[in-house]
């Protein structure tokens, strides 16, 4: 299986640059996963394709200001960092930038209350940082740190929460599940009245998020691991709408990961929690998942992947090449996609 399989040509004029005003005005394109069949909807007629006694599982994940601009004490050169994950008490993984003379010993100053010393060099390139503070860490990086948007989009976000889910709770993400973004606390309450469950698992969007594919071929791929949560009250959710013979709607391919990752053998699942570094692929049998909400994903990506093998990769690329003909608007801020 190679990488390439997995690529489709997009013009940059459809890479959403900005979010949409209304989050639900989105375009939606609805899928069957089984036929190939498309249709063209907006996201508020979600509530369409949700039955009462179907569960829809969101990631509750916060994304942190994680992105931080500081400069060397030895010759004041401006360095860019991008925290990753919590590693232990105050060394957090990162990304570097400029990494060349990123060296173990270089100490780094962001303010008068935050600075920082790169201790060690990964095989993969990415340096722990012990930070010393002044302080509260969490709010330190409220006040210096920016949010960690892709680098595809080149325009300033004017308002934070705009690349957080209305749902979002607890912190920890480098990147946002960006398949919730989509929806309003309004359209949330309308599902619920229609008696759809709504509950929430955590996986923190790590490193995986910004590395490319690199090897041609895919089972060569190794993913990074991200930390999940499953709690036993989701659980139990999950474990009776599958015995009913109802709907899992996974909103995005993190809950997908999380889910999948906790799943048994006799498709029902158990609470955990730990890191997963699960990749999802063509030929995987999935034991939870039954509709994925997701947004139009990068070509060759690990993510182009996973729905491929949700939908199988005709379906997929068909699909795709309808999306570009009919100018939906692709990646983190752009319309979503129901494949059910």
Known sequence: MNTKDFDYDLPDELIAQRPFKDRDTSRLMVLDQHTGEIEHKHFYNILDYLDKGDTLVLNNTRVMPARLFGKRVETGAVIEILLLKSVEGNVWETLVKPGK????????KFSEKLTGTIIKIKEDGNRLIDFKYTGIFEEILDELG??????????????KDRYQTVYSKVKGSAAAPTAGLHFTEKLLEKISDKGVNITFVTLHVGLGTFRPVKVDDVLEHKMHEEYYTISQETVDIINETKKKG???????TTSVRTLETAAKKNNTITA?????????????????????????????STLMMLICAFASKKNIMDAYQEAIDEQYRFFSFGDAMLIE
């Open 101 to 108: 003379k990123a060296k173990v010993g270089v100490e780094i």
């Open 146 to 159: 920016l949010m960690p948007l892709p680098p595809y989009i080149k325009e300033k976000l004017d308002d």
């Open 246 to 252: 109802k709907k899992i709607i996974a909103v995005g």
């Open 272 to 300: 955990s929690s730990g890191w997963t570094d699960i990749f999802i692929y063509p030929g995987f049998e999935f034991k939870i998942v039954d509709k994925l909400i997701t947004n139009f994903h990068l070509p060759q």
